[in-house]
Nanobody
Framework: QVRLVESGGGLVQSGGSLTLSCAAS????????MGWSRQAPGKQRDLVAR???????NYADSVKGRFTISRDNAKNTVYLQMNSLKPEDTAVYYC?????????WGQGTQVTVSS
């Protein structure tokens, strides 16, 4: 069993900052990458950022320069620092962990950016 616990979502004004965290626990072997996706109402779930075990990172174009992903391998935890937030960043953010055999998703945390 694998458990992903997310935290850090909430309501923030435009231009503000939030940090999301996701801690993975359980029978996790060979994590390849950890990351975040988001889904706004009526839209598909899209990748926001991910970081591999080799610390290679990928970002959606819409968040480059504003969001930073990092991870603590010892704690199996991934973080998403979100700065200069915009109303269009409003969505449910889901943690995603990819292992050698399986992809795991968190339950989601709401991020709301008011204008």
């Amino acid at each position: 069993q694998v458990r992903l616990v997310e935290s850090g979502g909430g309501l923030v004004q435009s231009g503000g900052s939030l940090t999301l965290s996701c801690a993975a626990s359980g029978s996790i072997f060979s994590i390849y990458s950890m990351g975040w996706s988001r889904q706004a109402p009526g839209k598909q779930r899209d990748l926001v950022a991910r970081i591999t075990s080799a610390d290679n990172t990928n970002y959606a174009d819409s968040v480059k320069g504003r969001f930073t992903i990092s991870r603590d391998n010892a704690k199996n935890t991934v973080y998403l620092q979100m700065n200069s937030l915009k109303p269009e960043d409003t969505a449910v953010y889901y943690c995603r962990v990819v292992t050698s055999g399986t992809t795991y998703w968190g339950q989601g945390t709401q991020v709301t950016v008011s204008s």
